[in-house]
């Protein structure tokens, strides 16, 4: 951990949620966390989850702590699950694009309401159409991701399937275990046909296309999402993330671990 930035985190953090608890527009948001990845080994640089309490007076806040409705004990960081949003949307274009299904030059013209399954009466819209009424036009992957266009991420959803769109899920680690060496992780769930079958539920096509944007059975740790974007952003190395650089012997001091 890299002390000042973890202190600048929780500080931040605090204030943000603070506002926005204020904010009638946050939706009364009470709780939140931070991940700071460093994007060239895994290294975890600041975490922190709020609310949070004072170890100094754990033992005599115990009760009340645990009594608390926002859960000050549980790390949100590493144990909360949130569906990801637009943000999953550039894993859905790295896989659109690595498949084959487009190219970074096709274009897509966003139109509204996207009607390819209009006979089942499923027409999902794009969100400038409903909030305006207008759509993005005509659309690359790269003006897709910059306008977040649900429309373009429907089309290139549909045709590669929801079972591409797992594989590479599963290679950007969402839902899946980081295997950071703190207790409490939780896996996350990513959408899929085996997801719906272990609930004895079916995947309709409709639902590839609000898995393509993020939405859909998508829930993933602050800290998936992190190390996501960690691995886009150093060019598609996807490191394990980790607390601990190294561990020495208590005897002579000699590295018996060391992480990469």
């Known amino acids: 951990l890299d002390l000042e930035l973890q202190k600048i985190a929780e500080n931040s953090l605090a204030k943000t949620i603070q506002d926005m608890s204020s904010n009638p527009e946050s939706l009364g948001a009470s709780a939140g966390a931070v991940v700071v990845v460093d994007v060239n080994n895994g290294e975890i640089l600041a975490i922190a989850s709020y609310p949070t309490f004072n170890q100094n007076t754990f033992n005599e806040d115990y009760k009340e702590l645990l009594e608390n409705d926002a859960k000050p004990m549980w790390n949100r960081a590493i144990s909360g699950t949130y569906a990801p949003g637009s943000t999953f949307k550039m894993l859905t274009a790295v896989a659109a694009l690595e498949s084959g299904v487009t190219t970074r030059y096709e274009v897509i013209n966003d139109l509204g309401v996207y009607k390819y399954y209009e006979s089942s009466n499923y027409t999902p819209k794009c969100w400038i159409y409903t909030d305006t009424g207008r759509t993005h036009g005509n659309q690359t992957v790269v003006q897709a991701i910059e306008n977040s266009c649900n429309y373009y991420f429907y089309e290139v959803g549909r045709r590669m399937g929801i079972d591409t769109l797992a594989e590479y ?89 060391k992480n990469k």
């Not at 680690?173 to 997801?195: D, H, N, P, Q, V």
């Open 169 to 257: 899920g599963k290679k950007f680690g969402l839902g899946e275990y980081t295997g950071i060496e703190l207790s409490g992780e939780s896996k996350g769930i990513f959408a899929s046909r085996e997801y719906r079958q272990s609930k004895n539920a079916t995947w309709y096509p409709g639902d590839t296309l609000q898995a393509a944007i993020g939405q859909s059975d998508h829930l993933f740790t602050p800290l998936q999402l992190a190390n996501y974007v960690a691995t886009l952003a150093n060019g598609g190395t996807r490191y394990k993330v980790h607390l601990i650089k190294e561990v020495k012997s208590g005897t002579d001091s000699k590295v018996i671990l």
